[in-house]
């Protein structure tokens, strides 16, 4: 899918995209503000991305411990998956 995406975006011109991406972007916003799961789901996803990638390593990096050691086991593991890859 990655792939795809990116082959789709090198056929677009910058223009095309700009608009696309502003008009998803303004969409994605009104998702939030009307969709409580979404909001929900959205908040959770980004907890999990803060805690795997930027909490628990810059702690191990001072050598600190917290109580629950940066645990993401809040999510179910496929989604956690689906972030951390």
């Given at each position: 899918?990655?792939?795809?995406?990116?082959?789709?975006?090198?056929?677009?011109?910058?223009?095309?995209?700009?608009?696309?991406?502003?008009?998803?972007?303004?969409?994605?916003?009104?998702?939030?503000k009307i969709n409580?799961l979404l909001r929900?789901?959205?908040?959770?996803?980004?907890?999990?991305?803060?805690?795997?990638?930027?909490?628990?390593?810059?702690?191990?990096?001072?050598?600190?411990?917290?109580?629950?050691?940066?645990?993401?086991?809040?999510?179910?593991?496929?989604?956690l998956e689906v972030?951390?890859?």
């Amino acid at each position: 899918l990655k792939g795809e995406c990116e082959r789709l975006a090198d056929e677009r011109p910058d223009s095309v995209d700009d608009e696309a991406a502003e008009i998803l972007e303004k969409k994605l916003a009104d998702s939030i503000k009307i969709n409580p799961l979404l909001r929900m789901n959205r908040a959770e996803c980004l907890l999990a991305l803060f805690l795997s990638t930027v909490e628990k390593p810059k702690l191990e990096m001072l050598g600190e411990d917290v109580a629950g050691g940066s645990m993401v086991d809040f999510i179910d593991s496929d989604r956690l998956e689906v972030l951390t890859s």
